[in-house]
């Protein structure tokens, strides 16, 4: 690929829904959960032969300076883009895009990817972004699409339109996190992916489809500062939305590339026992779909089935996988309760 591709890795998130280990100090694109690099240094590295370091944007909170520079001590100062507050994912990407125009680049290729996502295959992550990067090329947005396992019920879904070009196809329609029932039905289908939030477009383009659907959004980037920590009050203002509710369920020029590698979001904690997440020696019995995350201790399950178990120096936290997508309610209320602990 030719050094016209950005990468721009979005980090800026709380990861409340893996409370306890993921805490707002320190939350989990910080932490090595999956081997020996943290889930950010797996996210930079996997650009190799796409682009150089030079060619890679962190945008996270304003927080983690220090700690993405210990991290990725190789990134230039000036692609670290620091939010004073999380304005959601419109904001932090039309920055990115005003950034790169500014830098005389806005007819370059800007890879977008959150930072938390466990990818199995690096070089077919590599060889799908260079298909989605024809269509992009031509101003259209990309977005990847996953091909479904399981009835899942966390994720958005992209369903399949025509054949846009080889292996490309227009996105007939975004479909919102569904029940079980519509989660089986979109998966006996066939013609529906999971939307990982992973997209591909020109910085120019992107910029003007902000402008057109988000009007009041655009107008706030613009009036940004240049530089890499934005004035907080201006910033603070910004029209706080998704891309894909702002942006990408609206446009008509929209395709999908399906992803020819496998794909995880550790997005929660039964979501991480499919990654092989765990730590700490474990004795099940009569137990199975569980998570562990003990250190220097053993953990003994009797009988018990789809739970989480996770134990820090502060915190035990027993979990029921139904449960898990209430642990930010529970995290919300700490943090007046027991701030320390969040």
Not at 158 to 165: D, N, V
Request: proline share 4%.
């Amino acid at each position: 690929m030719e050094s016209s591709l950005f990468a721009v890795i979005m980090a800026g998130g709380k990861g409340t829904r893996f409370w306890p280990v993921s805490t707002r100090r320190m939350p989990k694109q910080f932490l090595r959960l999956t081997g020996s690099m943290t889930m950010l240094q797996e996210t930079a590295i996997r650009f190799e032969g796409l682009c150089g370091h030079e060619d890679i944007m962190v945008v996270t909170g304003s927080d983690f300076r220090s700690t993405v520079l210990e991290q990725l001590p190789w990134i230039n100062e000036e692609n670290l883009l620091l939010e004073p507050s999380g304005r959601n994912t419109a904001a932090c990407i039309g920055w990115a895009a005003k950034t790169l125009v500014e830098k005389g680049r806005g007819s370059d290729l800007m890879v977008v990817v959150p930072s938390d996502h466990v990818i199995d295959n690096p070089e077919r992550f590599r060889s799908t972004l260079l298909k989605a990067a024809l269509p992009a090329k031509d101003g259209k947005l990309v977005t990847i699409g996953i091909t479904p396992d399981r009835p899942a019920t966390g994720y958005g879904y992209l369903e399949k339109g025509k054949i846009y070009s080889e292996g490309v196809y227009e996105v007939s329609s975004f479909r919102e996190k569904p029940n079980l029932e519509k989660a089986e039905e979109y998966l006996e289908n066939g013609n529906y992916f999971w939307n990982a939030g992973m997209f591909i477009w020109r910085a120019d383009v992107i910029m003007e489809e902000i402008a057109r659907y988000l009007p009041e959004l655009s107008d706030g980037i613009r009036e940004l500062d240049s530089g890499t920590c934005p004035d907080t009050g201006k910033y603070d203002a910004l029209q706080a939305i998704s891309i894909d509710f702002g942006v990408m369920e609206k446009a008509d020029n929209v395709v999908m590339v399906p992803a020819e590698f496998g794909w995880n979001d550790i997005g929660d904690w039964p979501s991480a026992r499919r990654c092989g997440v765990g730590r700490g020696e474990v004795l099940a019995v009569d137990s199975e779909n569980t998570t562990v995350w003990n250190g220097g201790k053993i953990t003994v399950l009797l009988g018990i089935s789809n739970v989480s178990v996770v134990e820090t120096d502060s915190v035990t936290l027993v979990m029921s996988d139904e449960y898990s997508q209430k642990l930010r309610e529970v995290v919300s209320d700490l943090e007046d309760a027991k701030p320390d602990l969040v």
